[in-house]
């Protein structure tokens, strides 16, 4: 059974860029061999993560994830069985917050700064959707 999981949490202070750098690249090459796959945003003061895959694998990874000194508060937004995955091409895909994807961000939040905790599961899934078609992707 495929399920697809979405938290958002809050970057640690001391989190610098290369810091997530090494995230990612542990998070491809880990989700790769357990045939997890996603998405992971980060805006600077924001994670919000995507993850697909079996149920049993996705669980695992999440409460990995979940008490990672890197951030804090994380918060389950959503949590779906699946038909079939959104991120299939990506062990974990790459979007950061940049001016030209400023807009996209806030236009499904009810904030003006960039605030997933206060958004709707279907929020975040219209946000990561359209985030897949037209945001600055690293690291396949
Ligand atoms: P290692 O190979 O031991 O470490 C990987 C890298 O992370 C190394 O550079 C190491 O120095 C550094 N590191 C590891 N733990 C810490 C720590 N506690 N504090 C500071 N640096 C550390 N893991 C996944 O497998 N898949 C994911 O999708 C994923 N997404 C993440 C998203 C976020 C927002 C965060 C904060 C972490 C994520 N992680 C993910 C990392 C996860 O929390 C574990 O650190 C990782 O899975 C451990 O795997 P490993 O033993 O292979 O890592």
């Not at 090494?22 to 796959?37: D, E, F, K, W």
């Not at 890197?70 to 979007?95: K, N, Q, T």
Request: glycine letters at 8%; aromatic letters at 10%.
């Amino acid at each position: 059974m495929l399920v697809r999981l979405i938290y958002a949490s809050r970057v640690a202070s001391s989190v610098t860029r290369a810091d997530v750098d090494a995230i990612l690249a542990c998070s491809q090459r880990n989700n790769a061999r357990v045939g997890v796959t996603g998405a992971l945003c980060f805006t600077g003061t924001m994670f919000l993560q995507c993850l697909e895959g079996g149920r049993q694998a996705v669980n695992e990874v999440y409460h990995r994830i979940a008490g990672d000194p890197r951030h804090r508060d994380p918060a389950l937004l959503s949590f779906e069985e699946i038909v079939a995955r959104e991120f299939g091409d990506w062990a974990m895909g790459y979007v950061g917050h940049t001016p030209d994807n400023r807009a996209l961000f806030l236009k499904y939040c009810p904030h003006a700064e960039f605030d997933p905790y206060a958004m709707s599961a279907a929020s975040v899934r219209a946000l990561l959707a359209e985030l897949l078609g037209v945001a600055q992707w690293r690291g396949k």
